[in-house]
């Protein structure tokens, strides 16, 4: 009677260990649906609650008004050095220390991809910046970006200089953006 009630018991323990691990399995999955679900619903509305400039996503994930490849079209092609020559002849700095021109960063490589930006300095100040190239190839870059890099833009034209926040969940890009940045502007001092 010991005999079967020890089996009994055995039986029981290992049904129960393999009711937890199941629950377990099935519990991490619907928890990781959800962590998807909600990650790619808040990309998806935040980005089109962005700053408008002309960055925008659509219902598919794809930005309307960004470049479309990595590399802007409107990018000089002659020349790619780190800095470019300034538009005003004079070359003088104004009271920020900028001169007046348009100043290429160096590209990035941000493990996703590559990140390179281009400061144009008017009257002494940051006027625009443009994103050249920047991780484009996957799905969730796409997405990420396009939520991303108007605020990047946006917060260095206000900050004046390369200092901005990362963005939670573009840190990589963010990072890329901040040190081609810095490196554009210090050819503008």
């Known amino acids: 009677m010991s005999r079967n009630r020890s089996n009994s018991s055995s039986n029981f323990s290992q049904t129960l260990k393999k009711l937890f691990l199941s629950a377990f399995v099935v519990f991490a999955f619907i928890a990781y649906a959800i962590h998807e679900r909600l990650t790619n619903s808040s990309a998806g509305s935040t980005a089109s609650a962005a700053p408008t400039s002309g960055a925008s996503v659509d219902a598919s994930g794809s930005s309307a008004g960004a470049p479309a490849s990595n590399t802007a079209s409107n990018a000089p092609s002659s020349n790619s050095s780190a800095?470019?020559?300034p538009a005003s002849s004079s070359g003088s700095s104004t009271a920020s220390g900028f001169k007046n021109g348009t100043y290429t960063g160096p590209t990035i490589d941000v493990n996703y991809g590559l990140v390179q930006v281009q400061?144009?300095?008017?009257?002494?100040?940051?006027?625009?910046?443009?994103f050249l190239q920047y991780p484009s190839d996957r799905r969730t870059s796409q997405q990420i970006n396009a939520f991303a890099m108007p605020y990047l833009q946006q917060e260095a034209i206000q900050?004046?200089?390369?200092?901005?926040?990362?963005?939670s969940g573009a840190t990589l890009?963010?990072?890329g953006f901040a040190m081609s940045l810095q490196s554009a502007l210090a050819s503008a001092h």
């Open 83 to 85: 800095q470019q020559a």
């Open 119 to 130: 400061a144009t300095v008017q009257n002494g100040k940051i006027a625009d910046v443009q």
């Open 159 to 167: 900050a004046q200089s390369a200092n901005v926040n990362i963005i």
């Open 173 to 175: 890009t963010s990072e």
